[in-house]
């Protein structure tokens, strides 16, 4: 499978534990995107990583949340202290390039659910 | 930022009729536009997009869309419904220049048989 792989499936966490949410762009992709799907809502863009650098995080939350990109790896996207807002599909996408004209292919997301 | 709006929520048609899902979106500037279907428990596969030329766009499974400026629209279409077809439909743009992805809340599609 050459798609955007994303794991866990799926991710049950207590309130206060960390979640760990690992993503792995298609081949060929140097461009990573997260979001977040709320029930019954569209998706939410939190950050926008090429390898190593956070280019745009404007919809990341301030606090307990983190991305990154590393030379080698998936990207990660991290939330300390979790709680039962964050209870919610996240979603990676990767692009081949830079632009907004450019098509981001989406991976089968992550399901967090806070205890 | 971009706003974009999909009408109705939920959207039922019978098989074989045709299949209208609207988005609206709120821009000066012509943006790149996108329509993404995602079936249950998945994530979202591009369907179709327009950045520039022809606005009357031919995407997978039959369908297309087509960007007019003058009404700041970008509909999707698919001229008969299959059972296949259900599922949610997000509409996406993205500003010339820009980094984001702005989706509609999505509009869920039932076929009925």
């Known amino acids: 499978n050459a798609g955007v792989m994303q794991n866990p499936r799926h991710l049950v966490r207590r309130r206060g534990q960390e979640a760990r949410l690992r993503c792995s762009p298609m081949?060929?992709?140097?461009?990573v995107y997260w979001y977040r799907q709320l029930p019954e809502e569209g998706l939410k863009f939190m950050v926008y990583?090429?390898?190593?650098?956070?280019?745009?995080e404007s919809g990341m939350p301030k606090e307990r949340f983190s991305a990154e990109f590393p030379k080698e790896g998936p990207s990660i996207l991290r939330i300390q202290q979790v709680v039962r807002g964050d209870s919610a599909a996240y979603f990676c996408a990767s692009s081949q390039g830079q632009g907004a004209s450019q098509p981001q292919h989406f991976g089968d997301g992550t399901r967090l659910s806070i205890l | 930022a971009q706003s974009v709006t999909q009408l109705g929520s939920h959207v039922s048609v019978s098989e074989g009729a045709l299949v209208l899902l609207r988005c609206n979106y709120s821009?000066?500037?012509?943006?790149?536009l996108f329509w993404y279907v995602q079936y249950p428990n998945q994530g979202l596969q591009l369907l179709l997009k327009?950045?520039?030329?022809?606005?009357l766009v031919k995407g997978i499974n039959g369908f297309e869309a087509e960007f007019k400026k003058s009404e700041t629209s970008f509909h999707l279409t698919k001229p008969s419904a299959h059972m296949s077809d259900a599922a949610e439909y997000f509409c996406?743009?993205?500003?010339?220049?820009?980094?984001?992805?702005?989706f509609g809340t999505g509009t869920s599609l039932t076929v009925i048989p």
């Open positions: 081949k060929g992709h140097s461009h």
């Open positions: 990583l090429q390898k190593e650098n956070i280019i745009d």
């Open positions: 996406a743009v993205s500003d010339q220049g820009g980094n984001q992805f702005y």
């Open positions: 821009s000066s500037v012509p943006p790149y």
């Open positions: 327009y950045t520039t030329g022809a606005t």
